[in-house]
């Protein structure tokens, strides 16, 4: 089992930055992809970015390319999503997953939440001035 904690979402202004944080503990070495997921209301939950622990290698979707950042502190079993130049269109119940496929699998599309194995209770960001 893999427990998943985020923390860091709040208000910030358009244009601002945030950072969250996914803590992870339990059985860390049972999963590859650490994975940031969104979801606004009346929305379908969909992929923000996606970290794969074996390679190191990370993935965006379109919308948050260049504006936001994932990376990994192994030793405090920590994912994180910086997020900078936020809008208004961003604002969501942010959601970190895990999963023992890789990113890249061909068996489920990273950014889809089908499939993941362990997901946090998620952390609300909203942007607006």
């Known amino acids: 089992q893999v427990q998943l904690v985020e923390s860091g979402g709040g208000l910030a202004q358009p244009g601002g930055s945030l950072r969250l944080s996914c803590a992870a503990s339990g059985s860390t070495l049972h999963y590859d992809a650490i994975s940031w997921f969104r979801q606004a209301p009346g929305k379908e939950r969909e992929g923000v970015s996606c970290l794969s622990s074996s390679t190191g290698d990370t993935y965006y979707a379109d919308s948050v390319k260049s504006r936001f950042t994932i990376s990994r502190d192994n030793a405090k079993n920590t994912v994180y999503l910086q997020m900078n130049a936020l809008e208004p269109e961003d604002t969501a119940v942010y959601y970190c997953?895990?999963?023992?496929?890789?990113?890249?699998?061909?068996?489920?599309?990273?950014?889809?939440?089908?499939?993941?194995?362990?997901w946090g209770q998620g952390t609300q960001v909203t942007v607006s001035s």
């Open positions: 997953a895990a999963d023992a496929l890789s990113c890249t699998t061909p068996y489920r599309f990273w950014g889809l939440p089908l499939g993941y194995d362990y």
